[in-house]
C-alpha cells in the first residue's frame, strides 16, 4: 500500500438485505413514483470561497477559499451564521498564514472547528498536525501522534467535545484515535491481519465511523465503546468507506460494486440495520459518486463525478439543480454536509465560464 492510499479518498462481509432500490429523479435519468418535495433558495458565497464544507445547527460555516496573502489557496475559513465574512482559520504564530496551510474538517453546535494544518518548518512536505479552533484566530496543536514523519488529522467532533481522527506514519499505516479531553484513545483494528483503521466521524453519543482494513478487503466499519464492528460493502465490492453519521447511529458513505482497492468506482451508501444501501444513480456506472452528510432526519447529501449533487430524501434521490431557482446561473456539483433545519452546503459552476473555479454555495429549504 503506498503511503497515502488508505487516506486518500473523500478524502468482505455478508450484506443483509443486499442494495436497495431507489427511485431517481432529475437529470432525465428515470421517472419517479414519486418525488423530494423540499425546494431550496441558493446564497452564493462571498468573493473568494470556494466550497463550504460543512455546517452546524446554528448556520456557522466551514470551507476554503482564497486567503489574501496566504502561503497556498484554499485556506480553511469559519463563516458565522448571520454574518457573510469568512474568518480564516490560522495561529497566533502565523495569523496570515503566510507559512502554512488550514483546512477544516468539522464543526461542532458550539461553533468548535477540527482538522489540520501543514506547519512551517516541516521535515517532510504535505505533513499536518491535529488542530482545534475555539475561535478563528487561535488555532491549537492537539498534540497527538507528534512524530515529525507521521501526517495527523482531526477529522470530527461531537457536542460533548469527543474528537477523532486518523494518523499516517512513515511505515504505510493509519490508525484511528479519539481525543477525550486529555484522554487519548487509539482505536483498534479489525482482528486477524488488519492493520489500517481511520476514523471520519463520530455522532452526539459517540459512535465513531471510519473504514479500516483485512488482509485483503477495506470494509466501513464502526466503534461501539470502543469495539469495533464490520458495516459492510455493497456485494461485489471490496472498499468501503462511512463518512459521516446521525444521531440514529444511521452512516453515510461510499462503496465499490467490485474488487480492488479504494481507487475503483464507487457508489454513495447508506448504513443502516444491517444493510448498504446502494444510493448510486442509473447511468453513471464509471462515475464515483459518495454520500457525504445525513442529518437527524435521515436525509442525506452526496455528489457524483461528473454529474451533480443530490439528495436522498423518503426513499428518493434528487438531482439539487432541479430543486434550485432555474435561473440560478449556477449548476450545484457537490453537497458536502446537512443540518438539522436541512440546510446543504457543497460548491458550484457558475454556467458559462470556466469549470476550473468552483464556488460556495448554501441551500436554505424555502420557508426558513
Avoid at 71 to 86: L, M, Q
Amino acid at each position: 500500500m503506498s503511503r497515502n492510499a488508505f487516506r486518500s479518498r473523500f478524502p468482505a462481509t455478508t450484506v443483509a438485505g443486499g442494495a436497495v432500490a431507489l427511485a431517481i429523479v432529475g437529470g432525465g435519468l428515470a421517472t419517479p413514483a414519486h418525488a423530494a418535495t423540499t425546494r431550496y433558495t441558493l446564497t452564493i458565497g462571498p468573493a473568494g470561497t470556494q466550497r463550504y464544507l460543512g455546517i452546524n445547527d446554528n448556520g456557522d460555516i466551514i470551507g476554503a477559499g482564497f486567503e489574501p496573502g496566504a502561503e497556498v489557496g484554499g485556506e480553511g475559513f469559519v463563516i458565522k451564521a448571520g454574518t457573510n465574512t469568512p474568518q480564516f482559520l490560522s495561529t497566533a504564530d502565523n495569523p496570515g498564514n503566510t507559512q502554512q496551510f488550514t483546512a477544516p474538517h468539522a464543526i461542532d453546535n458550539a461553533g468548535v472547528v477540527v482538522g489540520f494544518r501543514r506547519p512551517p518548518g516541516s521535515t517532510e512536505p504535505g505533513l499536518g498536525r491535529p488542530m482545534k479552533w475555539q475561535a478563528p484566530g487561535n488555532g491549537v496543536d492537539l498534540g497527538v501522534d507528534q512524530s515529525p514523519t507521521s501526517d495527523v488529522e482531526a477529522t470530527g467532533i461531537n457536542d460533548n467535545g469527543l474528537i477523532v481522527g486518523k494518523t499516517l506514519t512513515s511505515n504505510d499505516r493509519t490508525t484511528a484515535w479519539t481525543l477525550n479531553g486529555s484522554i487519548f484513545t487509539r482505536l483498534p483494528n479489525l482482528p486477524g491481519a488488519g492493520n489500517n483503521a481511520r476514523a471520519d466521524a463520530v455522532n452526539k453519543s459517540g459512535l465513531v465511523v471510519g473504514s479500516a482494513t483485512t488482509a485483503t478487503t477495506f470494509p466501513a466499519v464502526a466503534w461501539v465503546n470502543g469495539q469495533i464492528k464490520v458495516l459492510g460493502t455493497l456485494p461485489g465490492g471490496t472498499f468501503a468507506e462511512a463518512k459521516a453519521v446521525n444521531s440514529a447511529g444511521v452512516a453515510v458513505g461510499v462503496s465499490t460494486t467490485t474488487g480492488g482497492n479504494e481507487f475503483g468506482v464507487g457508489h454513495a451508501v447508506m448504513f443502516a440495520g444491517g444493510t448498504v444501501t446502494d444510493l448510486h444513480f442509473p447511468g453513471t456506472d464509471t462515475n464515483s459518486g459518495s454520500a457525504n452528510g445525513i442529518n437527524d432526519a435521515g436525509t442525506v447529501v452526496g455528489s457524483v463525478s461528473g454529474f451533480d449533487a443530490f439528495v436522498y430524501q423518503n426513499g428518493v434521490v434528487t438531482d439539487l439543480n432541479t430543486l434550485i431557482p432555474a435561473n440560478s446561473g449556477f449548476t450545484i456539483v457537490g453537497a458536502n454536509a446537512i443540518n438539522n433545519k436541512g440546510q446543504i452546503v457543497g460548491e458550484a459552476f457558475k454556467n458559462g465560464t470556466s469549470h476550473r473555479t468552483t464556488f460556495a454555495v448554501l441551500l436554505t429549504p424555502t420557508g426558513q
